[in-house]
């Protein structure tokens, strides 16, 4: 790639300030985040302990309740199952026999309360599908413009799609964690095999996979399962990091993810894991405290084009990493992120670059974030990344970067 000129006086900061507030810029999105290490000695008078769930509910996800929930959509069992096919949403699903429709290590079921439209609901030319009219797929302008009905102003746009849930275990185990190696890579087969069947689907534009893990992160349940949400729209938040990926990608030749982890390998004072082609670090300019991103030195930017081989080894370092965030702060919500190359963003694939975030929810957003929409972070990155590090430590002495 060519050489860059100097970075600003804005951008020059030493590498590892350990005290003084400073601002930094995610070279990936474009925000800037800003770092107040001291914020974190402040008194507060409404710190609590983790929330508990306030009442005791029969849990939909076990064993024996599956008639609590809508019909299985996928579901995964160890070994090899001979399965039958039935029609859902317009397109032919693979299930297990219906005679052993008990017996599931991975279920993965509509959700019952969709935050979207069920596609299944709508005609094609509502779904906002590239048979409608001109509008391209991921291209929420046109779809608003068929559903406007107050002017320019105030648009509206029905967002079609899928709301799925992924129960992980038939038992009601709380955390990823508990889960052995065999149980953990069916729930990322169920990621890919469901990602891919939406990202099939013509109207789909945005696919955002996330595991929500205690109250404070956004869950209801406690038993262990993600969801999935397809829609129609492309949000524009993820459309504005994409365009900012392929221009990257067309001045330099290179997609921006894999050097940030040439540079991150360098450096190593954010590295948590090395091994093979498998890294976890935490980003320069994370925009919440130990926030942690594992992906591959091995380009490719779409998660769901990932062998089976490769998702054991990637349920392995996730596994992993749940735990280092369970053991440095026991009890605490936190949430999981799946990116991927959405289906509605068009460009050369080697821009983009599949990635999971995980990050404990440790502060809350208060006045100035929502005024500034600028984040502050109590915690730089690289003294989250030592702690995680020690974690691996301990879990093998002989553990090196």
């Not at 402040?42 to 769930?53: A, C, I, M, T, Y």
Request: aromatic content about 8%; hydrophobic content about 35%.
């Amino acid at each position: 790639p060519p050489a860059r000129g100097p970075a600003s006086a804005s951008e020059s900061i030493a590498p590892h300030a350990t005290s003084r507030s400073e601002s930094r810029r995610d070279p990936i999105t474009g925000d800037w985040t800003l770092f107040a290490p001291n914020r974190g000695a402040r008194p507060n008078e409404f710190k609590d302990d983790p929330v508990q769930p306030s009442v005791e509910v029969e849990c939909p996800f076990c064993r024996g309740q599956e008639s609590l929930t809508p019909n299985s959509v996928w579901i995964g069992l160890p070994g090899q199952c001979e399965g039958e096919y039935e029609t859902w949403a317009g397109a032919q699903i693979k299930l297990a026999p219906r005679a052993k429709c008990q017996e599931w290590s991975v279920r993965v079921v509509p959700n019952l309360f969709p935050a979207v439209v069920p596609v299944s609901e709508v005609g094609s030319t509502q779904a906002g599908s590239t048979q409608a009219g001109s509008t391209q797929r991921g291209d929420p302008a046109g779809a608003m413009s068929r559903h406007e009905a107050t002017g320019n102003l105030f648009r509206r746009a029905l967002v079609t799609g899928g709301h799925e849930v992924v129960i992980e275990s038939p038992d009601h185990v709380r955390s990823f964690t508990q889960l052995d190696l065999t149980e953990a890579t069916l729930v990322l087969l169920a990621y890919r095999d469901r990602i891919r069947f939406w990202r099939e689907q013509p109207s789909i534009s945005y696919i955002s996979v996330f595991k929500n893990v205690g109250g404070d992160a956004g869950a209801s349940l406690q038993h262990s399962h993600s969801q999935l949400i397809a829609t129609n729209q492309l949000p524009g938040s993820v459309r504005s990091i994409c365009d900012n990926l392929l221009r990257h990608h067309a001045q330099t030749g290179c997609c921006m993810q894999c050097d940030i982890l040439r540079a991150e390998l360098r450096d190593k004072s954010r590295l948590v894991y090395h091994a093979d082609d498998l890294v976890a670090y935490c980003p320069f300019a994370s925009r919440l405290p130990m926030l942690m991103r594992l992906t591959s030195t091995q380009h490719l930017d779409c998660f769901e084009d990932l062998d089976d081989s490769k998702l054991e080894n990637v349920a392995r370092l996730f596994k992993r990493a749940v735990a280092w965030v369970e053991r440095l702060h026991p009890g605490v919500s936190y949430n999981c992120l799946l990116h991927t190359r959405p289906p509605g963003v068009r460009g050369d694939a080697d821009a983009l670059h599949w990635s999971i975030d995980i990050f404990p929810r440790l502060t809350r957003v208060a006045g100035f974030e929502w005024s500034s929409r600028t984040m502050i972070n109590p915690v730089l990155p690289e003294n989250a990344a030592q702690q995680y590090r020690s974690c691996a430590e301990r879990e093998d002495p002989r553990f090196t970067l």
